[in-house]
């Protein structure tokens, strides 16, 4: 039998950060989305939908007041045209997928036929992995998503299962072949 999933539904107000990077923030109240049952305390993931009408995936940060807040970019808020000040109905499930983010075809394929890549690419932390998938799905170029996910492999490889930032960064500049 399937595992009944709790939502939590409720309102938050967008509020942008007084910090130079001009971050947005729903918060909530901790007692609020107390109904999630987060057994792990490392990861509060949560598919978060919007004015009943965007969704996707995040994490409930801890935030500095007590309870949590979530981070809206300005894409999603673009999207929805919401603004700093704006009442905003928020719902939300506990993400029980397996990375928080969706696996890009381009690289469970590359996965799949690189035992090695595959073996040091989940040997990666959660978040390290999120962050390559994110990387990897951001294009909308399949040939620059597969060049993504072959790059990154044999990064992990050379490196000896490590992401080294400024040196993959470098490698990912190069030139669709």
């Known amino acids: 039998m399937p595992k009944a999933v709790k939502t939590v539904r409720l309102t938050s107000v967008l509020t942008k950060s007084e910090n130079e990077f001009g971050w947005h923030f729903l918060r909530f109240d901790a007692k609020a989305v107390a109904g999630l049952k987060f057994e792990d305390k490392k990861s509060r993931r949560v598919v978060c939908s919007l004015n009943d009408s965007h969704s996707f995936q995040c994490a409930l940060l801890p935030w500095t007041e007590g309870g949590f ?57 959660p978040g390290k992995q999120r962050t390559m998938l994110y990387y990897i799905a951001k294009s909308k170029d399949v040939d620059r998503r597969i060049q993504f996910a072959l790059i990154l492999v044999d990064h992990l490889k050379r490196n000896d299962g490590k992401i080294i930032f400024p040196k993959l960064a470098e490698e990912l500049k190069r030139p669709v072949i």
């Open 69 to 125: 807040c979530i981070v809206v970019n300005k894409k999603i808020r673009d999207k929805l045209g919401i603004a700093d000040g704006d009442k905003v109905t928020v719902e939300l499930v506990k993400d029980e997928s397996k990375y928080g983010l969706p696996m890009p075809n381009e690289l469970k394929e590359v996965l799949r036929q690189d035992k090695e890549g595959n073996k040091l690419f989940h040997a990666l932390t």
